[in-house]
């Protein structure tokens, strides 16, 4: 039976949010100190009202509780879902005074595009936004590309005794090192050292194509953090195509992939077993996915004008493809062109490339290439038992992380999260079909904003009805936290608010 959360849980959980709304003022220092170095007072003013805000309302949630204790499943489940959401409001405070957001909301779902890493953007002349602002939209992609538990616990933020709860509650189930600060510590210093490489790498293509040097830094600075962790916010309202340069291309189709591979590969590397990343299942999987969806998304575009020389063919293909299977959201094609240049069939490529998306452990979002495999793996072993004598018993293994036997709970746990996308994927186009869109573009926005895959057909746009934005900021929701933690949370909630029933027999 359920419990209801009592007031003490509610303390607990008021105390660990406003932990992490302190933490967003520190956030919030970033983009404080950049616009004083690029002398935008304006932005400066809000940062430093927003952090001091932030300051207040974090100090108030943790006098909720002082005595220090292990939170309970049901505490850091609470937490961790609530957490996106409630940061998400505390972020799109300066970002709506910026004056680029029609609405509040629009800036809110700018937030939690952000923080979840979709990618998808509502704001008006993103051009002209200032240097603090576009700084602040890619530290939330780099927050939230990491995960918020995993960057608290990193910096020692909940101290020892709840890291392995949260950790867990935010979706992770596998650990890097065995100690999960560790783990947390090792996740934030690989995406350091490749977010720097990348910076210096993209900084010199910048200023080699005619960029002024300052600029070129913090266009490298914010094509690397969102590259890596796959977010796909761009500092200009082209994306990708603003460069026109192949070389940047490459550097980010290569930075696109690093971040769609699982941090657990990272430290199998490390321990130089390279042999465990071919053997992987995932690795395996993601090799026959992009093949096949390479394939048939190059076949279906060949006989197109934009696609017509091989040249065109590669650039522009191959950079959309890793773009939707990592579920960055970059696009080197205009908006107008997804829908009115590319084949129905290269149209339904990217959005099957989005929904099932990179590996689990990764940056990347959608139902991931693990549980595909695994799914595969349970229809082998289904088949083997069909054809096997009464008196056999099958066993089906795999590799990941070291040999496996395929259990029927983890074969569950694939099969329940892959129906639950399925369904939300489908209700998402029901939505936005009845707000009058076509049906192709309902389905593919839908996807999108589910998979945090961000790449958008226009149906996402500043002012767009409320109650189909709303439904996008559930979606974005529930598909960064792979529904398990958010249907859990709910329960709980519901639990707690609906009035129990008398027993029977009672006075």
């Not at 657990?264 to 992987?280: H, L, S, T």
């Not at 009845?434 to 945090?452: D, L």
């Not at 929701?477 to 707690?496: K, P």
């Amino acid at each position: 039976m359920w419990q209801r959360f009592t007031l003490y849980d509610l303390r607990v959980i008021g105390h660990y949010l406003g932990t992490l709304i302190m933490f967003s003022a520190l956030l919030m220092a970033v983009p404080l100190t950049i616009a004083l170095l690029f002398q935008e007072w304006e932005p400066a003013a809000r940062y430093l009202s927003a952090a001091g805000g932030a300051l207040t309302l974090g100090s108030l949630l943790r006098f909720l509780r002082v005595e220090p204790c292990r939170l309970t499943r049901r505490q850091a489940l609470a937490v961790t879902g609530l957490a996106w959401i409630v940061l998400a409001l505390v972020y799109s405070v300066p970002l709506y005074f910026s004056g680029h957001y029609l609405t509040y909301l629009d800036a809110l779902f700018d937030g939690v595009s952000g923080l979840t890493t979709t990618g998808a953007s509502v704001v008006v002349d993103l051009d002209h936004l200032s240097n603090a602002d576009n700084m602040f939209r890619f530290m939330m992609h780099l927050l939230g590309g990491l995960g918020l538990i995993v960057v608290a616990l990193s910096i020692g933020l909940f101290g020892k005794r709840a890291g392995a709860s949260l950790y867990t509650s935010e979706g992770r189930r596998e650990h890097v090192v065995p100690n999960v600060i560790q783990t947390t510590q090792f996740i934030a210093r690989i995406t350091a050292v490749i977010i720097s490489l990348a910076t210096v790498l993209l900084s010199l293509m910048c200023v080699v194509a005619g960029m002024e040097p300052a600029r070129a830094v913090m266009h490298a600075l914010w094509m690397a953090i969102s590259g890596f962790v796959t977010g796909g916010f761009a500092p200009a309202a082209q994306s990708i195509l603003y460069y026109h340069s192949f070389p940047i291309e490459l550097v980010l189709i290569f930075l696109m992939i690093l971040g769609s591979v699982s941090f657990v590969m990272y430290a199998e590397a490390w321990k130089g077993r390279v042999g465990a990343f071919f053997r992987d299942i995932e690795t395996r999987t993601t090799a026959i996915w992009i093949a096949a969806m390479t394939v048939v998304f190059t076949a279906s575009l060949a006989a197109w004008p934009l696609f017509s020389d091989l040249p065109a063919l590669l650039r522009r293909g191959l950079f959309m493809v890793i773009s939707a299977y990592s579920t960055t959201g970059f696009q080197t094609i205009t908006t107008n062109q997804l829908t009115t240049v590319l084949s129905s069939g290269a149209f339904l490529s990217l959005a099957l490339l989005m929904a099932v998306g990179g590996s689990a452990g990764s940056t990347a979002g959608g139902i991931k290439l693990y549980r595909v495999g695994i799914i595969f793996k349970s229809i082998v072993s289904t088949v083997k038992e069909a054809l096997a004598p009464d008196s056999a018993r099958v066993v089906v293994a795999y590799n990941h992380v070291g040999r496996r036997i395929l259990s029927p709970e983890v074969v569950k746990e694939a099969m329940t999260v892959f129906i639950l996308y399925v369904i939300t994927y489908a209700l998402g186009a029901l939505v936005g079909i009845a707000h009058g869109h076509e049906a192709t573009q309902a389905i593919f926005e839908s996807v999108a904003m589910t998979s945090n895959g961000g790449i958008v057909t226009g149906v996402v746009s500043p002012g767009m009805p409320f109650t189909l934005e709303l439904f996008y900021i559930f979606q974005m929701w529930v598909g960064r936290l792979e529904f398990v933690t958010l249907l859990a949370l709910i329960v709980e909630v519901g639990a707690s608010i609906i009035p129990r029933r008398k027993a029977r027999g009672a006075s």
